[in-house]
């Protein structure tokens, strides 16, 4: 059972909208959005294990996805942490494609294209995870099973070139094949409820990191573009026109993609709260009456000049 969900990070969403409504010809493009791919990817790879965590018995495994909680010093956080009575375990996944390999200093090689990018090893990374999380349990008080650690490659393109890798390094199709092995090797130690206790323990520990991409890439409001991105086309932007958005570069028509486009502006600009002026601005809406017409179903504080619209059921 997954205690903790998958979600996008407020980084990954902030990327994936911001780099929507940037100008592609602008060197700062580039990076946000390589930034971008790395965080996508990162998603992508801790989705994937979805797969093999619905086939252990949902009735004695429990899961927290991206669990982020205060260590040691600052913050560690784990790709998937498995819960058992028996063990637990924590999953180091990597989405890399190409040929990956182990260097003499440990490092994490990928080749693709004959470009080489190098990269932390995951079992150094698992292993710090491992430590932080049996100091949070020790400081907590709580008894547990043993923590193992493993790297999982989930990419359907990676092909690993390691002689002799170690046990608990593997593509992902071996998850399940080392989970029963690690349910073999252990007896159980904690009773059903005390697994749920720790489980539900760890899952109130999560604290998402809280990020401002605008101002850690010195993004700027006015360079983005107004409107809302298309969905049928790459790059088009939808403009309002006669109670219906319509893309200019596809002709795709909608007729309520205002909400998308709300919702882009809580992410960016992290607040659930938008007046009419940053909608119209941000919408690219002239009429401020039109704007009130479409922002009229949410809850609003204040009024005329002050009235400000909250968009919290927009991501219900």
């Known amino acids: 059972m997954i205690v903790l969900p998958l979600e996008k990070t407020w980084e990954l969403q902030q990327l994936e909208t911001i780099v929507a409504r940037y100008n592609r010809r602008d060197g700062l493009w580039r990076r946000l959005d390589e930034a971008y791919g790395r965080q996508l990817a990162g998603y992508l790879g801790e989705k994937s294990l979805y797969y093999y965590v619905n086939l252990w018995p949902r009735d004695e495994v429990l899961g927290l996805f991206g669990l982020r909680a205060r260590g040691v010093s600052g913050y560690f956080q784990t790709d998937l942490l498995v819960v058992t009575a028996r063990f637990m375990l924590i999953v180091e996944a990597k989405h890399l494609?190409?040929?990956?390999?182990?260097?003499?200093?440990?490092?994490?090689?990928?080749?693709?294209?004959?470009?080489?990018?190098?990269?932390?090893?995951?079992?150094?990374?698992?292993?710090?995870?491992?430590?932080?999380?049996?100091?949070?349990?020790?400081?907590?008080?709580?008894?547990?099973?043993?923590?193992?650690?493993?790297?999982?490659?989930?990419?359907?393109?990676?092909?690993?070139?390691?002689?002799?890798?170690?046990?608990?390094?593997?593509?992902?199709?071996?998850?399940?094949?080392?989970?029963?092995?690690?349910?073999?090797?252990?007896?159980?130690?904690?009773?059903?409820?005390?697994?749920?206790?720790?489980?539900?323990?760890?899952?109130?520990?999560?604290?998402?990191?809280?990020?401002?991409v605008m101002a850690d890439f010195g993004v700027r409001a006015e360079w983005l573009a107004q409107g809302v991105p298309c969905e049928c086309c790459d790059g088009g932007m939808m403009r309002y026109h006669y109670t219906k958005w319509i893309c200019g570069a596809c002709g795709c028509v909608e007729a309520e993609a205002h909400w998308r486009g709300l919702r882009a502006f809580a992410v960016i600009f992290r607040t659930m709260w938008v007046t009419n002026k940053q909608a119209r601005a941000f919408l690219g809406i002239r009429s401020r009456s039109t704007c009130q017409r479409l922002l009229a179903s949410l809850p609003m504080e204040g009024e005329r000049s002050t009235a400000r619209y909250c968009l919290e059921g927009l991501f219900r």
Not at 127 to 137: A, G, H, S, V
Not at 146 to 165: E, G, Q
Not at 195 to 205: C, E, G, I, P, S
């Open 97 to 212: 494609k190409g040929e990956l390999s182990i260097n003499e200093s440990g490092q994490l090689l990928q080749r693709v294209d004959g470009v080489t990018e190098v990269y932390g090893n995951p079992l150094v990374q698992a292993e710090i995870q491992r430590y932080q999380l049996e100091k949070l349990l020790q400081r907590h008080g709580f008894d547990h099973p043993p923590i193992y650690t493993c790297a999982a490659f989930t990419h359907d393109k990676a092909i690993l070139n390691i002689p002799d890798p170690p046990h608990n390094l593997m593509t992902s199709q071996r998850l399940f094949e080392y989970y029963q092995m690690l349910y073999r090797s252990n007896r159980a130690q904690l009773s059903r409820a005390e697994v749920t206790k720790l489980a539900v323990f760890l899952k109130d520990q999560h604290t998402p990191l809280d990020c401002d």
